[in-house]
T-cell receptor, first 114, second 114 residues
């Protein structure tokens, strides 16, 4: 089945550690996105990529980094500079170049601090 | 900057009732509007995408309406069932067709009592 796979489902970060969240899609979508969800705050955009080897900052990019070396993959690194990383992280993709196309989401990764 | 508001924040109704969830947005120059469902601890499932040129979109017991001029959308759920219990989110593209991500409301947490 086509879809978006996020791993791991749960992740724990120690003080000063960088951690990387994986996102893979087999929908052949050009665009991929990372959102952060906090209780009571809704989803906020961290980074997005419209095409391979190109990405842009969203509203809350500080303390995060991404890469887009392959169309199918858009990993997110939460760096030690992100002081409040505990949240639910959601990856999405869309085929925006084809007009009104919905965004599809993975099942998320929950990141906590040890 | 676009802002999206959802009312009510929470709703609890007996099984079988028809209900309406509301979504409002501040910038009426939207390309489309998307309604999502989120179950606890899960990602988002796209329910309906309504284009700016459309007034309504239907899928089974769900009907979404869009009034761009007033900056409002409603999601109508007919004959509610306990399985409809979830958080419902609306979102609009940051620009164009959503290539640079979505702006989300904070959601309506819906409980259908058996």
């Amino acid at each position: 089945d086509g879809g978006i796979t996020q791993s791991p489902k749960y992740l724990f970060r120690k003080e000063g550690q960088n951690v990387t969240l994986s996102c893979e899609q087999n929908l052949n979508h050009d665009a991929m996105y990372w959102y952060r969800q906090d209780p009571g705050q809704g989803l906020r955009l961290i980074y997005y990529s419209q095409i391979v080897n190109d990405f842009q900052k969203g509203d809350i990019a500080e303390g995060y980094s991404v890469s887009r070396e392959k169309k199918e993959s858009f990993p997110l690194t939460v760096t030690s500079a992100q002081k409040n990383p505990t949240a639910f992280y959601l990856c999405a993709s869309s085929n925006w170049g084809s007009g009104n196309q919905p965004q599809h989401f993975g099942d998320g990764t929950r990141l906590s601090i040890l | 900057k676009q802002e999206v508001t959802q009312i009510p924040a929470a709703l609890s109704v007996p099984e079988g009732e028809n209900l309406v969830l509301n979504c409002s947005f501040t910038d009426s120059a939207i390309y489309n509007l998307q309604w999502f469902r989120q179950d606890p601890g899960k990602g988002l499932t796209s329910l309906l995408l309504i284009q700016s040129s459309q007034r309504e979109q239907t899928s089974g017991r769900l009907n979404a309406s869009l009034d761009k001029s007033s900056g409002r959308s409603t999601l109508y759920i007919a004959a509610s069932q306990p399985g409809d219990s979830a958080t419902y989110l609306c979102a609009v593209p940051n620009s164009g067709g959503g290539a640079d991500g979505l702006t989300f409301g904070k959601g309506t947490h819906l409980i259908i009592q058996p």
